[in-house]
């Protein structure tokens, strides 16, 4: 089973977001996990309420600093996975196990502000799940370093349908 890592500065909307699918999407093969840099005190309702609407139980998730899991007793990570712009050029903790490290960019649901912020928050969601189950048809396990890392940030380069046709053609296979 590969330990993932879910990055974004307030680890409240996108990171819970993605941490969600790949536990759901991805069980049995991953654990996923997701923290901030500078997490806020609590997940974003909206996002909360997302989840809620998509079958989830949403009473674990909790926004967290990075830190928890560059300690000794963190779980050791197999790939850390930025979803915000922010995150990626920060200067992130030295991970213990030298894990893959890839950047999917997705726009931040919570600055949108009143009437289409639920929209925003699905679209964020659809777009990860689009991500997610990209990532799932490769094959993790058997996977050299530099290959899943090429294939995690062509996945995240790419958007809707296009992620999926690569991986179909196999554009996205190490």
Same mark, same amino acid.
């Given at each position: 089973?590969?330990?993932?890592?879910?990055?974004?500065?307030?680890?409240?909307?996108?990171?819970?977001?993605?941490?969600?699918?790949?536990?759901?999407?991805?069980?049995?093969?991953?654990?996923?996990?997701?923290? #901030?840099?500078?997490?806020?005190?609590?997940?974003?309702?909206?996002?909360?309420?997302?989840?809620?609407?998509?079958?989830?139980?949403?009473?674990?998730?909790?926004?967290?600093?990075?830190?928890?899991?560059?300690?000794?007793?963190?779980?050791?990570?197999?790939?850390?996975?930025?979803?915000?712009?922010?995150?990626?050029?920060?200067?992130?903790?030295?991970?213990?196990?030298?894990?893959?490290?890839?950047?999917? #960019?997705?726009?931040?649901?919570?600055?949108?502000?009143?009437?289409?912020?639920?929209?925003?928050?699905?679209?964020?969601?659809?777009?990860?799940?689009?991500?997610?189950?990209?990532?799932?048809?490769?094959?993790?396990?058997?996977?050299?370093?530099?290959?899943?890392?090429?294939?995690?940030?062509?996945?995240?380069?790419?958007?809707?349908?296009?992620?999926?046709?690569?991986?179909?053609?196999?554009?996205?296979?190490?």
């Amino acid at each position: 089973m590969k330990n993932i890592l879910v990055l974004c500065t307030g680890n409240s909307a996108r990171s819970i977001l993605c941490e969600a699918l790949l536990n759901r999407l991805g069980a049995g093969r991953v654990k996923a996990f997701s923290a #901030g840099s500078d997490p806020k005190a609590a997940p974003h309702p909206a996002a909360l309420r997302l989840l809620e609407a998509e079958g989830y139980e949403t009473g674990g998730f909790a926004s967290k600093k990075w830190d928890v899991f560059a300690g000794r007793d963190a779980p050791q990570m197999d790939i850390v996975i930025t979803v915000c712009d922010n995150a990626a050029g920060e200067a992130c903790p030295v991970w213990p196990g030298a894990p893959v490290s890839a950047h999917w #960019g997705i726009e931040d649901p919570a600055s949108v502000e009143g009437e289409g912020q639920a929209d925003a928050f699905l679209s964020a969601y659809r777009q990860l799940g689009q991500r997610v189950e990209a990532m799932l048809e490769l094959s993790l396990e058997d996977m050299e370093p530099a290959q899943l890392k090429a294939a995690l940030n062509r996945i995240g380069a790419q958007s809707g349908g296009a992620t999926e046709l690569a991986i179909k053609k196999g554009t996205g296979h190490g």
